[in-house]
């Protein structure tokens, strides 16, 4: 097995959401070759993500194009995950690496 144990879970609201359960992705090429384990979440996690993306639809689709594509630029290279929408007023600030629009 080529990939760690560790369970990579899903990115919700601007945190890491960890699951028990993980569903091994396998290398097609060579089907004894397990590149990683990834989360399987459920009916709750996807409720979870879907109220995260309702919440953070307004201020998302009227940010500057320039702003959307530095967030999905930097969570796209692993530079960081970030959580832009958290910095607007009423929300709590979470860990973060960097900022748009600094990212």
């Not at 959401?17 to 990834?38: K, L, M």
């Not at 290279?77 to 600094?102: F, I, V």
């Amino acid at each position: 097995m080529s990939a760690n144990s560790h369970i990579k879970g899903h990115f919700i609201g601007g945190e890491l959401v960890t699951e028990t359960a993980a569903t091994d992705n396998i290398n097609p090429s060579d089907i004894t070759d397990v590149v990683g384990r990834y989360a399987q979440g459920d009916a709750a996690t996807a409720a979870t993500a879907l109220d995260a993306a309702h919440d953070a639809f307004g201020s998302w689709s009227t940010s500057p194009i320039q702003q959307r594509f530095d967030v999905l630029d930097a969570v796209g290279s692993r530079k960081a995950l970030t959580s832009w929408h958290d910095s607007s007023p009423g929300r709590r600030a979470s860990a973060r690496s960097c900022a748009p629009p600094s990212c």
